[in-house]
DNA sequence: TTGAAAGCGATACCAT
DNA sequence: ATGGTATCGCTTTCAA
C-alpha cells in the first residue's frame, strides 16, 4: 500500500537514488549492465516514476489544456478524440476542461495554470485578453481552434469561414436559385458571423441583398424550428443555408416531412462541418468540410513550437474549407 | 517570466512562507488580517499555488483519470460532458485518455497511474484483472462505466441491459410480433452480450426460439446495412431490436427510404441508449433510456467514498433502464 | 559511470 | 496566530 519510490528501488538494486533515476532518463549516461538491474528491481517493485514529482523539477509536466465548451455539438466528438489521439501518440497528457453553460473559458483557465499545463487549446471558444497576456506571462503558450482574437498573444487555427460562406453564394447564384435565405447559428461565435458574412457579402457583390434571415443557435431543434417557420411564410424560397450541418438536418427534415418539399428540387440545402451524419443516405448533406485533420495538425505544431520557444510570435493559420457535393442541393441551372 | 512562488509572496507581504501557504488552506488558521495582506500581495505578483508541488505533499493530485474509448459513439459526449462537469463542479480535474483503436485500457493505466491520479473511470470498456489488482496494490481506486468483471477488484456502474433486453422481448410478444430481428452490436462488449442476452432468453421463456440475427458494430453504417439485408432475406420480419439507437437509426433508414417499409405499421423497431436523435420527428425511436445523470452521479459517489476509503469494497450497481414510448414500434395488438 | 547533495514549491509539524 | 524546518520524490549539478 506504500507507494514505491526510487529509493526502494536503489537499495533493492544496490545502487544510489540518481542511478535508478539516470534508468528513466532516455537522456543519460548509464551502463547497460546498471540499467538493467536497476529496470529488474523496478519490475519487481512495480516502480514507475512519479510524474508529479518530476515535473515539480523539471518544470515541465507533459500535460496539455484542452478547453472544450461545446461537446455534445455533433462537430467537436471527432475532433476531441483525434486531438487526445494525437497527444497521446506524442507523448502528452490531455487535462480536459469544459465550461459550463454559465462559465467563461477564463473562468477555467486559472485551474489549467495551476496545474502547470505545458499548453493550452481552447477549442471554439475565446477568451479575454487579459488572460491571453496573463497566459504569456507565465510562458505557457495558447493555441486557438475555430476561433481567434485579433492583436491578443495567441495564435489560432481556423476553418477559412469567410470563403466557405463565399463559395456557397457562388454556388446558388450560379444554379439559378433567387430566393436565398440564411439559418444563423449561435450569433455571438465567429463562425457563424464569419460564414454569414462571406455569404452576405457575396450575395451583395453579386446584386442580392433581399435575403431572408432566421437567427438560430447550433442544434437541429433550431433549424428544424426556424426553417419550418421561414417556409411557411416565404414558400418561394428556393436555397437555404445553415450555420452548420447539424441545423441543416433539422431544416431538412421540417421541410420534407411537414411541409412535403421535396430536396433538391423544390429547395436547395447547405450545410457546415462535414459532420458524419451529413453522409447518411437520407441527408446527403451538400456541405463545407472542415479539414479537421489539417487543422489539428497545425494547431499542435504551432503549439509545440511555442512551447519549445515561448516568444514565437503569434500566427492566424486560415484552412480552406472543402465543398462536398452530394444531393440536397442542386448545383446546376434548369434549363 | 520567472514564475512567482509563494516566497516572493511571503517576501512582498512581509510574512513567513508557511503563511502565505495557510492563506491559501481553507482549513488552517490565520488571521483575518495577515490574510489580506498576503491575498493583496498575491494579487499584485498574480500568484496562484502550483498545484503540482501541493500534490508532491499532500500525495492527493485532485485529479480523476477518465478514460473513454468511444467518444465518437453519439452516447458519449453528453456522457463525457456530464462527467467533467460534475468533477470540475466538485474541485476535481479530469486527465482524459482515449485508448487508439489497437490499444488497451490497460496500455494507458500506466500513464494515468505515472501521473498519481486519485481515481479512475473507465467508461465502456474493460481492464484485466491484472491491471485492476495493480490498481488496488497503488491505492488508486476504479470504478467502470457501463461495464463490469466478475470477481476483480474494481466497482461498476451499468444500466441494466438484461432487463431492458427483457423488457423489449415482452413489449415485442405482447403486441403480437410473431417475425423478430436482433441487429447485435459489438460482439465483445458487455453491453451487447447483455441486452441479447436479456432479450433471447425472455423470447425463449415465452417460447419463441426462431430469431433472425445479424452480427454489426455500433454504427450507423453497419445498422443501415444489415437492416437491409436482413429485411431483403427475411420480408416477413414484423419487429427489429437493434443493440442501440444509432443502429436503430440507420436500420429505419434503410427500411423506409431503401424498402419502403412503413414504420411502425410493417416494421416495429427498437432501439436501446436514448441519445438525443432517437427523439428527432423523423425517427421518434422507441427504445430503452439509460439513466445517465444517475449512472453518472452513483460512479462518481462510488468513487469518492473508495478515494475517501480505498479499502472499501468493490460494488457492482445496475441501475434500470427506463421504456421511452415513441412512434417507432407498435406496442398494442392489432386488432 | 556512479554517488552525494542541492533544490523544485508547496504542506505540516513543532515551537514560540 | 505565526515562523522555522523537515519532507514529498524526483532531476541535476558536482566530485570522485
Given amino acids: 500500500m506504500k507507494r514505491v519510490t526510487s529509493v526502494d528501488v536503489a537499495r533493492l538494486a544496490g545502487v544510489s537514488q540518481s542511478t535508478v533515476s539516470r534508468t528513466f532518463s532516455p ?25 508529479i514529482a518530476r515535473s515539480l523539477i523539471t518544470n515541465r509536466t507533459n500535460i496539455i489544456g484542452l478547453v472544450m465548451a461545446n461537446i455534445t455539438n455533433p462537430f467537436y466528438p471527432y475532433v476531441l478524440e483525434r486531438f487526445i489521439a494525437q497527444l497521446q501518440q506524442s507523448g502528452w497528457q490531455a487535462l480536459l476542461f469544459s465550461p459550463a453553460p454559465d462559465q467563461d473559458v477564463d473562468d477555467v483557465l486559472p485551474l489549467a495554470l495551476q496545474y502547470r499545463v505545458d499548453g493550452l487549446i481552447i477549442t471554439s471558444a475565446t477568451m479575454s485578453s487579459e488572460m491571453a497576456d496573463e497566459c504569456a506571462r507565465q510562458g505557457t503558450p495558447v493555441v486557438l481552434f475555430n476561433r481567434y482574437i485579433f492583436g491578443a498573444n495567441v ?50 457583390e453579386r446584386g442580392v441583398s433581399d435575403v431572408v434571415r432566421a437567427q438560430g443557435v447550433y442544434s437541429y431543434e ?9 417556409l411557411r411564410e416565404n414558400p418561394s424560397l428556393d436555397a437555404l443555408f445553415c450555420g452548420n450541418d447539424i441545423m441543416a ?71 480552406p474549407g472543402e465543398l462536398v457535393r452530394r444531393t440536397s442541393a442542386r448545383l446546376e441551372r434548369v434549363s
Avoid at 30 to 36: H, M, N, S, Y
Avoid at 156 to 172: F, H, K, S, W, Y
Avoid at 179 to 201: C, P, V
Avoid at 276 to 292: D, E, F, H, K, M
Fill in 155 to 204: 495564435s489560432a487555427v481556423c476553418c477559412d469561414n469567410v470563403e466557405g460562406g463565399r463559395m456557397i453564394a457562388n454556388l446558388m447564384l450560379d444554379a439559378g436559385h433567387r430566393h436565398l435565405a440564411y439559418i444563423a447559428g449561435n450569433a455571438n461565435t465567429s463562425t457563424n458571423i464569419d460564414r454569414e458574412k462571406g455569404f452576405m457579402d457575396r450575395l451583395r
Fill in 27 to 51: 537522456e543519460s549516461n548509464i551502463a547497460p549492465a546498471t540499467r538493467d538491474k536497476v529496470l529488474a528491481a523496478a519490475e519487481t517493485l512495480g516502480y514507475a516514476p512519479n510524474a
Fill in 249 to 319: 438536418m433539422g431544416a431538412m427534415d421540417a421541410a420534407r416531412s411537414e411541409l412535403g418539399i421535396s430536396i433538391p428540387n423544390e429547395l436547395t440545402i447547405f450545410g457546415f462541418d462535414d459532420i458524419p451524419s451529413a453522409a447518411w443516405p437520407v441527408y446527403s448533406l451538400t456541405t463545407i468540410r472542415q479539414p479537421v485533420e489539417r487543422m489539428i495538425e497545425k494547431t499542435l505544431q504551432l503549439l509545440f513550437e511555442r512551447i519549445e520557444e515561448p516568444d514565437k510570435a503569434p500566427v492566424l493559420e486560415l484552412i
Fill in 222 to 230: 433550431s433549424g428544424y424550428e426556424l426553417a419550418l417557420q421561414l
